[in-house]
């Protein structure tokens, strides 16, 4: 069993920064895959980032060049950090590590745990 707790979130105006993290717990932290996800109101849930167990990060086109994700396996700790805001990037954001190894890491469906969410809310 997994644990994940998000923190970070907050509200920041359009072409600011923030900070997420998502502290572990549970089982080695460095023996899987760790992702992003976010759900905006009315919307379904979507993939924002990615990392895999060797380091190689993933990102979707629309935070591509503006979020960095990151881990820190010493700390059991996965970050992101978000950079040139926009009010569009407003939603509760999810980490989530999956059971295994996956083929999809981008694919919410290969995830087995998630945190409890993290609002971030950018105004214009």
């Known amino acids: 069993q997994v644990q994940l707790v998000e923190s970070g979130g907050g509200l920041v105006q359009a072409g600011g920064s923030l900070r997420l993290s998502c502290a572990a717990s549970?089982?080695?932290?460095?023996?899987?895959?760790m992702g992003w996800f976010r759900q905006a109101p009315g919307k379904e849930r979507e993939f924002v980032a990615a990392i895999s167990r060797s380091g190689t990060t993933y990102y979707s086109a629309s935070v591509k060049g503006r979020f960095t994700i990151s881990r820190d396996n010493a700390k059991s700790a996965v970050y992101l950090q978000m950079n040139s805001l926009s009010p569009e990037d407003t939603a509760v954001y999810y980490c989530a590590a999956p059971e295994g190894s996956i083929a999809t890491i981008w694919d919410k469906r290969s995830y087995n745990y998630w945190g409890q969410g993290t609002q971030v809310t950018v105004s214009s």
């Open positions: 549970g089982r080695p932290f460095s023996s899987y895959a």
